[in-house]
């Protein structure tokens, strides 16, 4: 069974810096695997539409931000511990929501495109709160 649990969102102010972290049960980050996944970052606030904020290719490694977070965020994979992290810097109050990651498949757009469905397997959630 496929499970991912986020954690290390907070407050924190304007400027200020977070790292999330998605551990990832029941699947693979080995993008040789049969089992494999790639894992994208998604987040939604009150009233807002929800939208990708990075993925990372577990296939060929490609990285992908939404443009508003380009610069001030690195997503990374740590094969050891099965954990896919967003290091978020210089964090904005519109970068207050819920962050949650996904499973999505391995090969074709989901991922450059930062698509999700309802379908995909996701986690609860991390809430992130940027204010002074």
């Known amino acids: 069974q496929v499970q991912l649990v986020e954690s290390g969102g907070g407050l924190v102010q304007p400027g200020g810096s977070l790292r999330l972290s998605c551990l990832v049960s029941?699947?693979?980050?080995?993008?040789?695997?049969?089992?494999?996944?790639?894992i994208g970052w998604f987040r939604q606030a009150p009233g807002r539409e929800r939208e990708g904020v990075s993925c990372l290719s577990t296939y060929d490694g490609r990285t992908y931000y939404r443009d508003s977070v380009k610069g001030r965020a690195t997503i990374s994979a740590d094969n050891v511990k099965n954990t896919v992290n967003l290091q978020m810097n210089d964090l904005k109050p519109d970068d207050t929501a819920t962050y949650y990651c996904?499973?999505?498949?391995?090969?074709?757009?989901?991922?450059?495109?930062?698509?999700?469905?309802?379908?995909?397997?996701r986690g609860q959630g991390t809430q992130v709160t940027v204010s002074s």
């Open positions: 029941g699947l693979s980050l080995d993008g040789l695997s049969r089992d494999a996944k790639t």
């Open positions: 996904a499973a999505l498949p391995l090969y074709g757009s989901r991922c450059p495109t930062m698509t999700i469905y309802d379908s995909d397997v």
